[in-house]
Every structure is written in structure tokens, then in C-alpha cells.
């Protein structure tokens, strides 16, 4: 029997436990199918994709120190693939292949599919409890993230995690080569890709800011979160990883989750969550509304305030940096993502499927499980969402998280020279001291729009 191992996304050597597994059983190939239409169709990012062609590149090099071949593949759809990876596994004589589970319904799909052709042993890395492990006392999957997190603590409580060790000693030097189909731009390079930078961003996070992640995280002016999600949306670094270095520092974060400390696992937790419930209900993945009451929304058709939401021209500041922020890096924070997504849905009134797609075609953390859930979440249509009735208000908001406008001036320049005060909803001072011609007037009136959308969710 020959085994190889597949990558997905689950692209680190360190901490791969299906990897080691397939190493430990004879494995010297590993596979990667490079399926760029496939993730076009579903509006992947541009930098995403740039990060991955670096960092198969560098898993490459890596993994031929120790003497195994990475095998990168261009691929174009799922459907095609079975019949392309019959042809490399006879060609190689593979029987055998050891991959992490993604769980979105066409990954599913396609796994069920490859099956056929070979034989695929499938593993659970992606996540710290595989699904369906946390579960209510009737054997459902939860509906409400605290009890969920309680019940995910009792299974893990009193574990110490570890980085599984390696099991191949370095064999010679890297010689490996950049596939010719990859146009990578280095627009992903402020992300490193390389292992000892990613453990030394990891570690300063871990050792300089979070102990204060709970007062800073929401204040965008603020490094006070870990930027580590463009890494775990492709598996370079695991949660469990995640857990036992923050054990090395708080060796009991998980007894005490009242601690500070905590506070960062709980966002971890609520990524498991998202995952958990894209395997109880796949239609999430298909665009559905987790609550079918909202179905009978009537979501208003508006490309042209759409495209003034996207350009970050909608005459609210907060909103308009936000937006920027993302067309401009690729990333964007999370109070911004729940204050955008709130705009869009409530105050323009206009479907989140269309701000979940934009947002992944821009984001280089973009998951579909996460956005989705946060998506849904700002919509108040999802699983433990917002209620309908919560609506954001963007000044407010603006002056809690940003309360001198420093965030604000960084992405919207033409408001660089109002004062604090004003700067949240700076129309009339505009108007009174000269500038209002440099930025757009609102597209919505707050007070208006609220009230449309307390109307139209009454459903
Ligand atoms: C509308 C909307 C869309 C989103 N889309 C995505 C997406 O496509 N991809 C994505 O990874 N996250 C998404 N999020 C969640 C969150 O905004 C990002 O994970 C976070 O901003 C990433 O920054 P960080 O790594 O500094 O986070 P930290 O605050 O350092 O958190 C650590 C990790 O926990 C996870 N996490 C944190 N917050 C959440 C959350 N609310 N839901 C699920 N996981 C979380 C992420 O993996 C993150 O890297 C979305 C949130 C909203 C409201």
C-alpha cells in the first residue's frame, strides 16, 4: 500500500496531524490541487490566493528538506477532479491518501466523489472538537454559542495540548520549484509565510498584548487583535497550535475562563461554532438564511448605493474607512466587519449575501463558515444573531471606537483636518467651515433608515 498525503487547506508541516500520520506510514508525496477556477467561481480573493502561492511555495522547500515531494497540480473545477487524481495516483501508484476534512458542501462533495477512485483517510486538523463531538444533551448541535462553549470546555478542560512532534530528520537541501501557472503579485507580502516569523508573530501577541485583548480588541486604532486569520483560514497555523502556546504562558486558560486571557479563546471557540454548524445545516453553504422567518424579507434592489457601500463613499465616516481598510489591505477588523455588515443589511436595507460575496472576494482571511456566521450574525437572519431590533448606530459607534478619529483619518484623508468632535458625522461642519465638496453627503438619513428597517424585519 502507498500512501500520500493531500494538502488542503492545511498548509503547515508543524502541527499536521494527518500529515505526520501519513509520514509515519510510509509517505514521501504529498499532493496539492491547485483549483483556481473552482475558487473563482466562489469569488476568492485575489490576495488570497496570493498568500497560498507563497506559502506553497515555502511548504514545498520545506517539506523537500525532509525528502518529500510536494506535487502542485492545476486543477480547474471539483467536478474534474476525480478523473485527474485517478491519472496522478496510477501514475504514482498511490493507494492511499491521508487529507484534513473541510467541511463546506462542495468540499464535502468533492471528497465523497474522490472516493471512489481511491482510498481517502480524512482527519478533523482544522479544528480543536470535530463536529458533532459538542453536542446539546438531546444529541443536536447547539443553536446558541454560550452553551456551546460551555459544553466544548467540558471536553477539553484539564488538556494540555502540544505540538506534535516531527517525525523525519532533514534529508537534503530544498530544490523546490514555482509551478509555472502561479501569478503570484506579492500582494499578500505584509503576511510572512515563512514558519519561524508566523511563531514569532504568535508568540508577541501572545506575550505583549493579550492580557489587554479584552479592553483593546475592539478599538480599531488599536494592534490589540492578532491579525492571525489569513493563517488559519488556510491551515498555516491550527487552533490547537494556538491553545499550547498560550498554555506555555497561562498553563490553565482553559479552567478559568473568566481571566482576560480567555477572552482570546472565546473568539477561537466562536470559529469552531461557525464550523460546527455549517456541518448540522449545509444549506448555509448554499446561501440560505439560517432563520427561514426572514425569508420573507424584502431586501431592497440598490447597485448604486451597493457600489457607494463598497467604494466606501456612504457619508459615514467609520463606515467609509472601513470599507476602505478592506479595499486597501485586504483585511479588516472585526468591530468594523459588525459595523459594515449592520449598514448594508439595516440601514441600506440590501442582502447580506451580497456583502458576505464582496467580502470574500476582498478578504484575505475570507472563510466561508466565519463570514457567513458574521454575515448572518450582523443580519440578525442567523444562528444566535443580533436581534432584528439592535441596529448600529454608526456615529455612536464611530465615537465609542474610534473617539478621536484617528482609525477615521487614516483611510478617509479628506477628513484629516476635522476636529474630533466632529469627525464622526462631519457634514455640518463641513459646511460651516469649508471642505463639505471633499467628502460624499450621507447616503442614508440614520434616523430614516432605522425606521425602514424595523419595518421591513417585522415579518
Ligand atoms: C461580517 C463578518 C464577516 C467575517 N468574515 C470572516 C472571514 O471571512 N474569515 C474570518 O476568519 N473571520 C471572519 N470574521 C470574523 C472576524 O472578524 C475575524 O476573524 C477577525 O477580525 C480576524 O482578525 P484577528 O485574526 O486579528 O482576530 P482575533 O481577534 O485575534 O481572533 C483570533 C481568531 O479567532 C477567530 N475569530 C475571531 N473572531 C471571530 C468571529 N467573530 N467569528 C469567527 N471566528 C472568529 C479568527 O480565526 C481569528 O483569527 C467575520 C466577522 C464578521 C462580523
Known sequence: MKTA?????????YGNEALIEAVNEGARDALFFYCKPQWQSHNVASIQLDLLERRLLELGSQLSEFGIRLHIIEASTFAELPAQLQVVCDDKGIDCLYANK????NEVARDEACETVISLKLF???????PGSVLTGSGEMFKVFTPFKKAWLKCFVGQQFHFSSWPLDKQHEANFKKPTFFEMTNESEKWPVDDNAIV????RFIKDKLADYQDDR????IKGTSGLSPYLALGIVSPKQLIAQIQLHYPEVLENPSKPEFCWVNELIWREFYRHLIVAFPRLCKGFNFNDKYNAVRWRDDSQAFELWCNGQTGYPIVDAAMRQLN???WMHNRLRMIVASFLTKHLLIDWREGE??????????DLASNNGGWQWAASTGCDAQPYFRIFNPITQSEKFDPDGSFIRTYVPELKNVPAKHIH???DYLAAFGGKEDYVEPLVDHKEARARALDAFKV
Open 124 to 130: 478533523d486538523g482544522d479544528l480543536v472538537a470535530k
Open 357 to 366: 460575496a464582496y467580502f470574500m472576494s476582498k478578504l484575505i482571511d475570507g
Open 218 to 221: 475592539d478599538f480599531p486604532a
Open 5 to 13: 498525503f493531500w494538502f488542503r487547506r492545511d498548509l503547515r508541516i
Open 102 to 105: 473541510e467541511y463546506e458542501v
Open 425 to 427: 458625522f462631519p457634514h
Open 200 to 203: 514569532t508573530i504568535v508568540n
Open 328 to 330: 486597501k489591505t485586504g
